[in-house]
């Protein structure tokens, strides 16, 4: 917040102003030569960054195979278990009082390893997102900041349309850098 407020701020003292009806409306200035010692601003669309990064797909993808793969697991040792439940309530007239006891011990037990297993298996599959996401993260922040300072950029937002939270609600599209940061993180994901 506090960077957002000082770009403001900066802005906000730009010397040229453009007078509209009652509000003053800074003008951005180009980031040019003749501006040396100014902040310099550029932003990227997340969105697009997401949609175009070949690391973000690839990780989208196995993910998502992943996701299947631990469903069909689960949903086929969960009718394995629902097969044990019938056939016990299919034979439980010819058991014994013991045997049926037994029995409900050992599917409540059995009933109990597949909740715990599910379980389980849900909460590999979110720390392997979440570290994934972490590290899609950082390779973009880690671009970004080379990218940045091999520009001479002061200050590079994220600017995404589906949330106005990141900050940057508009910028000129001459400030957008989107298409240099998926070119440069797609080609140091091939690299890697």
Same mark, same amino acid.
Do not use: W
């Given at each position: ?15 040229? $102003?453009?007078? =509209? ?10 980031? =040019? ?25 690839? $990780?989208?993808? +196995? !993910? ?55 379980? $389980? ?9 979440? +570290? ?21 950029? =002061? ?10 939270? !990141? ?26």
């Amino acid at each position: 917040m506090a960077m957002i407020s000082f770009a403001l701020t900066q802005c906000n003292n730009a010397p040229e $102003t453009k007078k =509209t009806n009652t509000s003053t409306i800074p003008v951005t200035q180009k980031n =040019t030569s003749e501006n040396a010692g100014q902040p310099k601003f550029a932003f990227y669309n997340s969105d697009s960054v997401m949609l175009k990064y070949e690391f973000y797909k690839v $990780t989208k993808k +196995d !993910l998502e195979t992943k996701q299947r793969l631990m469903q069909s697991d689960f949903s086929t040792r969960q009718s394995q278990f629902e097969n044990s439940v019938v056939a016990f309530q299919n034979t439980a007239g010819t058991m014994t009082a013991s045997k049926i006891e037994e029995t409900k011990q050992s599917l409540g037990k059995k009933e109990q390893e597949l909740r715990e297993y599910g379980q $389980t298996q849900e909460q590999n599959f979110i720390k392997q997102s979440q +570290d994934l996401n972490e590290k899609m993260s950082n390779n973009i922040a880690d671009y970004v900041k080379k990218y940045a300072e091999a520009n001479g950029l =002061t200050f590079v937002f994220a600017h995404s349309k589906a949330s106005v939270a !990141l900050g940057l609600v508009y910028a000129k599209d001459s400030y957008d850098v989107t298409a240099d940061i998926v070119k440069g993180l797609n080609e140091e994901y091939k690299k890697k």
